[in-house]
Nanobody, 125 residues
């Protein structure tokens, strides 16, 4: 079993920044694709960004240029630096992991068998 734990969420004003972290444990391998999904009230879960073990990454158009995903394979950690936050970024953010590679493509929620419990990000105008 793979366990994922998010940290770093919170509330910020529009234009501000936050950094999310996710720690992986259990039967986790650094070869896994890891990423971040988010879900706003009344909306479907959205693949925000993901990154392979070889650091190939992809972003949703809605966050491109504002968010940056990174990973530390030795520490089994991934991060999401979020800048120029907007009220529409308000959502529950989930850390996800899957065996194999995402190949630089955004993936559907069903592609990730491992999910963290989620952490709230709220951006006020």
């Amino acid at each position: 079993q793979v366990h994922l734990r998010e940290s770093g969420g919170g509330s910020v004003q529009s234009g501000g920044s936050l950094r999310l972290s996710c720690a992986a444990s259990g039967y986790f391998y650094s070869s896994y694709c890891m990423g971040w999904f988010r879900q706003a009230p009344g909306k479907e879960r959205e693949d925000v960004a993901n990154i392979d073990s070889d650091y190939r990454l992809v972003y949703a158009d809605t966050v491109k240029g504002r968010f940056a995903i990174s990973r530390d394979n030795a520490k089994k950690m991934i991060y999401l630096n979020m800048n120029t936050l907007k009220p529409e970024d308000t959502a529950m953010y989930y850390c996800v992991a899957a065996q194999g590679k995402c190949g630089g493509r955004l993936m559907p929620p069903g592609a990730f068998p491992y999910w963290g419990q989620g952490i709230q990000v709220t951006v006020s105008s």
